[in-house]
């Protein structure tokens, strides 16, 4: 990707908490700044839709409940298409329809970003899957 500079002016007090924050999660200003616009438009262009730090990292979640992947990773296993698998989600995880509907739009705009945290939910599933199995063959 590449990157043009722009000259923006922050309050003082802005800056140094811009500062102060880029230097407690060990990024730069500059970067944090590029992130917090980046999650601003995308709020911006699917109300509902926040971002949150979390083990894996930071990733987009409905504002009413899960992370976008596992709206997606629901879908996707629900048994149904369509309409009717957009329901049977909101009913499983207790959300409004219109909920699910952000989640999956969002993940219309974000598909690779959405797809690359489904697999690695898998992928740790799977290896967890994997030691539990070993343990109870030690055990058994």
Excluded at 22 to 48: M, N
Aim: proline fraction near 4%; avoid cysteine.
């Amino acid at each position: 990707m590449s990157s043009t500079p722009l000259s923006i002016r922050f309050d003082d007090a802005v800056l140094d908490r811009v500062r102060r924050s880029a230097s407690a999660r060990d990024v730069t200003a500059s970067s944090l700044i590029q992130r917090y616009v980046e999650e601003g438009l995308r709020t911006q262009d699917f109300p509902g839709i926040v971002f949150r730090d979390g083990p894996s990292g930071r990733r987009a979640a409905l504002a009413v409940g899960p992370d976008v992947w596992e709206i997606a990773s629901a879908l996707r296993d629900a048994g149904a298409r369509g309409d009717a698998a957009v329901r049977a989600v909101a009913v499983d995880f207790a959300l409004p329809e219109s909920a699910v509907r952000v989640a999956l739009a969002y993940y219309g705009a974000y598909s690779a970003e959405i797809d690359s945290e489904v697999a690695e939910n898998d992928r740790a599933a799977e290896e967890a899957l994997r030691s539990w199995q070993a343990q109870r063959r030690l055990v058994s």
